[in-house]
């Protein structure tokens, strides 16, 4: 197949599954299960298709990660290490390819409208947000196919928000925490 397309020009992982619940109830074959798909499907498809990729002298790949990388989604701790895992490899794989001509690409999608988020065996999230559509996703991507970006934000003003975190971690997690406690609260009031 790759010989009689040329090889691959562009690699998109978009490999995903949520596993969405508190820490507490995690268990560390689930972790493991949400690894493999999330993280080590997509860097065991990048490692067999880059050889020929190095040969060429080109390619792109896209790592499709999450905003969870960056700003750790409560409730979503397995899902949100496997993708800031895959952002890691990301990163590291970037450098280590600079001058080779295979340029990598990091996605990090804010709550697009998916079946991520109604799969089964996972915790109704709490979305204080409104779905993207998919389109919006799309756009972004090819956007920075486009500028030859590094990594893109979807949409573009969760960049800002994970940039506020990094000056005070510890002030971002207590604003999570307290939100989640009154959303927890406005809930039980409700029942």
Known sequence: MLDAFGGIDLLVNNAGIPK????????????TAVMHVNYLSPMRLTLDLLPQMLARGSGTIVNISSIAAKLSAPGEAAYDASKAALTAFSEAMAVDLW???IKVMVVYPGVIDTDLFTMPDNDVPDLPIQ????????????????AGAAQVYVPEWF???????????????????TYMRDQKQKQSQKT
């Open 20 to 31: 969405r619940r508190h820490v507490t109830a995690l268990d560390i074959d689930t972790v």
């Open 99 to 101: 001058e080779t001509g």
């Open 131 to 146: 779905a993207e559509p998919v389109s919006v996703a799309v756009d972004a991507i090819l956007a920075g196919l486009d």
């Open 159 to 177: 960049h800002g928000i994970a940039a506020s975190k990094e000056k005070d971690v510890g002030a971002f997690l207590e604003g999570t925490a």
